[in-house]
C-alpha cells in the first residue's frame, strides 16, 4: 500500500496562492475533479487531463495521461 498525504485547507490556500502569482489559469473543483477534468479536455480549454487512477477511462476523455514522471527514476 501506498501512503496517503492528506491536503489541509493551509496547503490549498497556499498552492492557490502560489497559481495565482505566477498567473497559472486553474478551475477549483470542490468534490472529486474527474468530470470537471473531462469537460475542460472536451471544451478544448485543456489539452489533457493527468490523472494517477483510470476513473477518466470510465467518463472517456479525451486525451488522458496516466501517472506522469518529470525527470530520471532512479
Do not use: H, N, W
Request: glycine share 6%; charged share 20%; net charge negative.
Amino acid at each position: 500500500l501506498k501512503a496517503a498525504v492528506a491536503v489541509t485547507p493551509r496547503m490549498v490556500q497556499q498552492t492557490i496562492a502560489a497559481l495565482r502569482a505566477l498567473g497559472v489559469a486553474f478551475v477549483v473543483a470542490p468534490y472529486e475533479a474527474d468530470a470537471q477534468l473531462v469537460f475542460e479536455v472536451e471544451s478544448g480549454r485543456c489539452a489533457a487531463a493527468l490523472t494517477e487512477d483510470g476513473d477518466l477511462l470510465a467518463l472517456q476523455c479525451p486525451l488522458t495521461i496516466f501517472k506522469l514522471v518529470i525527470g530520471i527514476q532512479k
